[in-house]
């Protein structure tokens, strides 16, 4: 079935070209990080986790919010979500590979990779992370693939994806868990302390998964044709809105909390983000980026704000499309760097830390990376419909 | 049971006089504990900051010739195993002084870097001592993050070309893994206090087994107002002051 991966227009290889270069630009970054170490990163002491960790949160809700479309579609019989199951699992396999990546990248030592499954201490929330992450991917590409398989041949999808898909939810409910708790035994950070990390997580997660898979959803419609109802995306759309509904909701909680206990740690993370206070505590090359935190949560709240429209919803368009999208991008800077970054600042002084060439790199090498291996799932997925409707 | 097994080896190659003076410490497999509270010896330092004069680093100095500690200039990637820094800061307010006074791993009973360690490298050993095993270390940095006193250091670039005086006596660390006082645990094996506290000169740094009552931190910890490092945290510090 890969092979329709390697067919396609020019504007395909395009950008699988351009994806390419990319990627082979991370790992000419990833090359100076080996041989320099991480001195030649933006992280040091006072940011000790930099862009590479900041990702981690993010891509755990986002991995997770597959369940929320496989568990009713398999385990259910909700057969209206058929069409997005092989997508979302897809979507769910390409975060868990990504974050996968950025672990190892993390490192300082990854020739002792194997030592994440082999010297295992349970007691510790972080030895879950990768274990989990690799579990998570293996169930959600076989699900995804046996999903895909099926729709090629016309028949049901085997039974033991039931098996899979049961199998899949402890395993991913346990993914932004164990990326909360491994940031909670850290106490000296109030936005890491938090109960509703987990949840936040979670939440945002599902918001950002849906808004993408109704981003993938329409967009398929317009290259395959509109074989699949509008429906699909409407309910797709629907569930982005609650999701980022209550994302917002525990955005506010936290803020609301931080600020009426005023918690030293959580309120000054706060202000970093949203207020001037990082123009003077970036580095002069990011000053201009200052206000991206502000201006993403506010483009998140407006794009929930559009899903919760009926008429936008029943539309399904590009609008709603690109709700979907912004909404995801949004999730991923409040439960990515606004989260790890921000976090870790202390109110102190010191640094704040402005990721360096390498670590840019190989971030931007990561990220293609999997929007590499998630164009050719999709090219996949787009075949297997051309195919069933040339029957 | 991998330590014990490693210890096994180093064992045997010390008794076949292949490595006369092993430079591996070796470690009983019952060194480490299952309960930070047991009774037994839990070593801990007291630090008088009353006699500690500014301006004099002989502990940080003995520390890094004796563990072949990397010097390097930039501050964002140091590496320390004790560190001079202001009183106030340290302690709070209820510190008197504000001259900068010695500080350290403090070795914790209930230790937030053991928490955090995904591969068990950094652990707690029975003698209270929070040890790292610099060969299982894959450099993911949580326990800089999770130690609330910032002991931990990490080594960013090549640790040997910056090892101003080496020393022959402790092994060398590599790039990519943390270090952090090791209350000289190599030292004590021989009979011999740590470096910081046998060398200093006024003798403000003393060390033993907070267990005993009879030994000198306990009689100085009876006898005198003593502050830990963020006690509100609970994580229960070895290392006690004297302000």
Redesign the interface.
Known sequence: MFEKALKGNAAYWTWITFLAVLAGAGIHGYRIQSE?????TG???????GIYNAQLPFLAGLAASALFILVPERLMKRSELSAAAPLSAFLAAVAAAMSLLF?AA?????S??P??FM???P??P??W??PALMAYLVLSLSAGWALLASRKKGTTPPRWLRAVVMLAVPVGFALPVIAAF?LA?????GLWTSAMLAPRILVSGLAAGMGLLMFMVVAMRRSAGPDEGKELVERLAGYTALAGLASLFFIGLDAGTAFLGNLPSETYALRLLYSDMAREALPAAYAPFSLLPSVLLVAGAVSVALLLLPVVRRTGGMLAAAAGLLIAISAWFDRGPGLILAG?ASP?GG?VYAPAMPDMLVTIGIWAGGALLLTALLKVTISVRRSREAL | MRKAGLGLIAGLGAASGILSNPLFERVSASAWASSPKQPGRRWGMVIDTRRCPEGCTTCLDACRRSHNVPTFSDPRRQVEWIHKEDGRALLGTACATKQAIPALCNHCAEPSCVRACPTDSIFRRKDGIVAIDYHRCIGCRSCMLACPYGEVSFNWSDPRPAIKEPTPEYPTREQGVVEKCSFCSDRLKKGLEPSCSSQCPEGAMTFGDLNDPKSAVSRLLGSNETMRRKPELGTEPSVFYII
């Open positions: 320099e170490g991480l001195a030649s992280m040091g002491v006072g940011a000790v986790w672990i993390g490192l300082g030592m990854p002792r990779i030592g994440l010297n295992m201490s007691s510790a972080a030895s992370h990768a491994m035994v850290m106490p000296t950070y870790q102190d640094t």
